[in-house]
């Protein structure tokens, strides 16, 4: 009898402890829930019911999206969305296309240069390129004449600066699609004699194909809401995104800048829905008897495909560094002299350097913050065995904002931030809210990353810690957080990077005292203060650029430390 009386005091404890854990597991679970509903969900009902309301309130209906198909200057707006995206689109998936196959089927020398170059508009603000084009091309542009009359201000010029900016997006897509073949299917067609253009339709083009639909629709939906290029070079072209801030800030008509929102969110959830079908589609393309495809040197092809990276990767460099040059000139295009007085922003902007350390504290807030939520959000999901409902929830909010544009977010959280009855509305026009923006506008990429990470970690580790009686929290912060310390800086990094850069998702949130540098951009943009803009632009693409070599360094001494079990040493 006593021995099992101490056999159950023994299971007590056990049992206690494991209901503990459960309970924590479960409030953890339940507070991301609430976290994720507050800073993605309502904000975006609270859109979606704005646009059933009149200017006072009064439910009415589909009247408001009636009276934005009978006004045709707002259908035209939407026509000239979609014509420049699919414009963009059918211009930079072929360019990516050859620029990755060069990168990953070629043999050709420096290929971690020309992909860093590719990837440099990542840093840059979507205003940059359209200031650098409004140098190279506008009225007192040094290459106007290649226009051959026509203007830049308008589809040209936003067609133009959106393939600059969208390249390094569809690149980077498609270079981890091509990275990826067996190299047997290409050794059985040179056996069996196959000409290389047949082998490119029948082995290259459709084991790609996914990525390739991929980089279609994640360009497609940058174009079509993008607010920083068509507000800089768009002139008189009217496009969703600029409608949208015309209606909210110009006009204050709240209703029709909802339904406008609500519109912006059709070819994005549609583009979105397209990606997700053919994924469902796409088979694996490696089993574990593949053998990696090593490319051979040819002369001819090789040769042709350097001088193709060289212009595409010089033309990038160059445009980049046109804002650059032009940030640092006195008086365009009469007076070319260098001077660093389009620095001293307060004789453009009120704030002067404000919104500069603005953006620093908010894109500090949004990595400091978000980084160690996302990955608890994705341990959580990924790793943890209850509240399996709470889970699965918490794990399509954090997938919703993949097929949300920016400023759709931004102006869901005019709206609900704004709401009399939501006590959290004292957060608006804060440096907080800024930062709860950004990351709910980027959550989903990084959320995928943690939970690529975590995937690879075998399930054996929570095994062994639930055997030894180890709570998951230490668990977590002995064996997981090391082992994913690269992807936590990855996330870091991409979180700081495009809470640096973005626009269209702040521009409706700042107040009198927390204006971001991109939104000073588009402000001294407006007075006509280019230089001054170019110079605010630069500051940018230098932080974020700094902010990744900082992380390069960082990666590689937690290599030689955390991650020294990765080496192998014999």
């Not at 924590?24 to 994720?36: E, K």
């Not at 008086?331 to 404000?354: H, M, R, V």
Request: glycine share 6%.
């Amino acid at each position: 009898m006593s021995a099992v009386l101490q056999s159950s005091e023994d299971v007590l404890p056990t049992a206690r402890r494991f209901i503990t854990e459960q309970r924590v597991v479960a409030a953890l679970v339940g507070l991301l829930c609430l976290a994720l509903l507050v800073a993605i969900a309502l904000p975006l009902w609270a859109l979606l019911s704005k646009s059933f309301l009149n200017a006072d309130g009064g439910f009415v209906g589909l009247a408001n999206f009636a009276r934005y198909f009978a006004t045709p200057a707002l259908v035209q707006s939407l026509i000239n969305s979609v014509m420049v995206a699919s414009l963009a689109t059918c211009i930079v998936v072929p360019l990516a296309f050859t620029y990755a196959y060069a990168l990953t089927r070629s043999c050709i020398p420096a290929k971690g240069l020309f992909y860093a170059l590719a990837l440099l508009p990542i840093f840059a603000p979507s205003l940059l390129p359209a200031l650098s084009f409004i140098y190279i091309f506008g009225n007192q542009g040094f290459l106007k004449d290649l226009l051959f009359g026509a203007t830049i201000y308008g589809p040209i010029g936003i067609v133009m600066a959106q393939v600059f900016y969208c390249l390094p997006h569809a690149t980077m897509i498609l270079v981890a699609a091509l990275a990826l073949s067996d190299g047997r299917l290409y050794e059985a067609a040179a056996a069996l004699g196959t000409t290389r253009w047949r082998v490119f339709v029948t082995v290259t083009l459709p084991g790609a194909r996914y990525g390739v639909v991929s980089a279609a629709v994640v360009v497609f939906t940058l174009v079509v809401t993008d607010f920083g290029i068509p507000k800089v070079i768009g002139g008189q072209f009217a496009v969703l995104a600029t409608d949208a801030y015309k209606q909210v800030v110009g006009q204050q008509n709240f209703s029709m800048g909802a339904v406008v929102g609500m519109v912006l969110l059709v070819p994005a959830v549609l583009a979105f829905l397209v990606e997700q079908i053919l994924k469902r589609r796409q088979v694996a393309l490696l089993s574990a008897r593949a053998v990696p495809y090593a490319p051979r040197p040819e002369r001819r092809r090789d040769a042709a495909l350097l001088l193709f990276c060289i212009l595409v990767g010089g033309l990038v460099a160059s445009i980049l560094g046109v804002a650059v040059w032009a940030s640092f000139i006195k008086y365009w295009p009469y007076n070319l002299s260098l001077t660093l007085s389009n620095y001293d922003f307060a004789e453009f902007e009120p704030d002067g350097w404000q919104p500069y350390f603005n953006s620093l504290k908010m894109a500090g807030l949004t990595a400091l913050i978000g980084t160690p939520v996302i990955f608890l959000g994705a341990y959580l999901i990924e790793k943890a065995q209850a509240a399996a409902l709470g889970r699965f929830f918490a794990h399509f909010l954090a997938m919703l904002p993949m097929a949300v544009p920016g400023l759709v977010l931004g102006l869901g959280y005019v709206f609900f931030f704004n709401a009399p009855w939501n006590p959290l509305g004292a957060l608006y026009g804060t440096i907080a809210v800024l930062a709860l923006n950004s990351l709910a506008h980027f959550y989903t990429v990084a959320h995928i990353t943690a939970v690529t990470a975590l995937k690879q970690i075998d399930g054996e580790f929570e095994s062994v810690s639930a055997s030894l009686k180890v709570p998951f929290w230490t668990t977590l912060r002995r064996v997981t957080v090391p082992i994913c310390m690269p992807s936590l800086l990855d996330i870091a990094v991409y979180l700081f990077v495009n809470a640096m850069t973005t626009v269209s998702a702040v521009i409706f949130l700042y107040g009198p005292g927390t204006k971001l540098a991109s939104i000073a951009v588009v402000h001294m943009d407006e007075a006509g203060a280019i230089a001054a803009a170019a110079a605010m632009a630069t500051c940018i693409v230098v932080t974020a650029i700094a902010v990744k070599l900082l992380h390069l360094l960082l990666d590689a001494v937690l290599l030689s430390r955390l991650q020294r079990w990765r080496v192998r040493t014999g």
